[in-house]
């Protein structure tokens, strides 16, 4: 059976069809909203294998963070005000300084987001939040791919260098992820499985 997604009431679309960062505070909780360029988009909630596997990946990057950072999956990110870019990253590392109340999270605290590519987003996932985290100014994005969208294993494409046009830099990772930014990391892909 297939995810119904309902569109936010009437009540809550503005006007103008260009979401404002007050728009969005106005939606419902709980509702899997991101928006980019003042688009709506309305997430369908992730199937359980990408859940865990976030979950996997979430444990085996905190237990290397260094102690000025810290990392929360799914949390609120304000990218852009104007047109807004309001998103909600698998993961976000960001400053240890940082409330765990702050929503949303501004984009000055953040080193770190990654992305679990799923079915349903693959096109947004590889071609779209490149850009959009590079022009916000993310120093460093994982894209995260499984055999769920055609990968013949699990496979971490590290960006870094934020430009205009995207990053300028692309590590492609099976088996064994090792890098030294923003901070060593080490992690064994398969295992995470």
């Not at 309902?6 to 928006?35: F, I, K, N, Y």
């Not at 971490?156 to 934020?162: A, G, K």
Request: proline content about 10%; aromatic content about 6%; overall charge negative.
């Amino acid at each position: 059976m297939g995810h119904v997604i309902m569109p936010p009431h009437p009540e809550h679309q503005p006007m103008s069809g260009v979401w404002t960062l007050r728009d969005v505070e106005r939606l419902p909780e709980g509702c899997r909203a991101e928006v980019i360029d003042g688009a709506l988009t309305i997430n369908p909630s992730p199937a359980p294998v990408h859940n865990r596997f976030v979950r996997h990946l979430a444990a085996a990057l905190e237990s290397q963070l260094p102690a000025e950072w810290q990392l929360e999956s799914r949390i609120d990110v304000l990218l852009n005000l104007e047109p807004l870019d309001y998103v909600a990253p698998d993961l976000v590392v960001f400053g240890a300084d940082v409330p765990l109340t702050t929503r949303p999270m501004s984009v000055r605290e953040i080193t770190l987001v990654a992305e679990m590519v799923a079915p349903e987003s693959r096109r947004r996932d590889r071609n779209m939040r490149p850009v959009v985290y590079a022009d916000a100014g993310i120093p460093h994005f994982w894209r995260v791919e499984s055999e769920a969208v055609g990968a013949e294993r699990l496979t971490v494409h590290v960006f870094s260098e934020p430009g205009d046009e995207g990053y300028r830099v692309e590590q492609v990772f099976t088996g064994r992820l090792s890098t030294a930014v923003p901070f060593p990391i080490e992690i064994d892909l398969d295992g995470l499985t």
